[in-house]
């Protein structure tokens, strides 16, 4: 991605900004990785949920500040935007890679990237867990 941007587009990628989208990368995986295994427990409890999940995965597309600035979104949408941890990602390693942004300047972003990381990794264990104790009682543990 960094050579992309540097030859097609001309973006110089300085060793800095490098290192602070590594770094802010490094704070958002624990909140992304913590969503991710809600969403596996979910598949995992209820099964077949394809058209849920594509309902989601769109929904994050689309107010995650991927495909539409979020300046340019309604207010709920820019709400729902601020509740979801690929939003933070997103924009913050926009700004550092562009030079507009310092981890410094960023510090209450990161900051709540943490805390979601913290509490989605806890919803995680405890949806696995029970995802397990039902599968158990229901005799479908092994099925997947």
């Given at each position: 991605?960094?050579?992309?941007?540097?030859?097609?587009?001309?973006?110089?990628?300085?060793?800095?900004?490098l290192a602070a989208g590594v770094g802010v990368i490094l704070v958002g995986l624990p909140a992304l990785y913590g969503l991710?295994?809600?969403?596996?427990?979910?598949?995992?409890r209820f099964g077949e949920v394809q058209a849920p999940v594509q309902l989601l995965r769109g929904l994050f597309t689309a107010?995650?500040?991927?495909?539409?600035?979020?300046?340019?979104?309604?207010?709920?949408?820019?709400?729902?935007?601020?509740?979801?941890?690929?939003?933070?990602?997103?924009?913050?390693?926009?700004?550092?890679?562009?030079?507009?942004?310092?981890?410094?300047?960023?510090?209450?972003?990161?900051?709540?990237?943490?805390?979601?990381?913290?509490?989605?990794?806890?919803?995680?264990?405890?949806?696995?867990?029970?995802?397990?104790?039902?599968?158990?009682?229901?005799?479908?543990?092994?099925?997947?």
């Open positions: 991605v960094v050579a992309v941007l540097a030859v097609v587009f001309g973006m110089p990628i300085g060793p800095a900004e991710g295994a809600v969403f596996a427990a979910l598949v995992l107010v995650c500040g991927m495909t539409f600035p979020l300046a340019v979104l309604p207010g709920p949408a820019q709400s729902l935007a601020a509740l979801l941890p690929p939003t933070y990602v997103i924009g913050d390693v926009r700004e550092v890679l562009l030079g507009s942004g310092s981890l410094h300047g960023l510090a209450l972003d990161l900051v709540i990237l943490l805390a979601m990381g913290a509490l989605l990794c806890v919803l995680a264990v405890v949806a696995f867990r029970a995802t397990e104790r039902h599968a158990r009682r229901g005799g479908t543990l092994a099925q997947y």
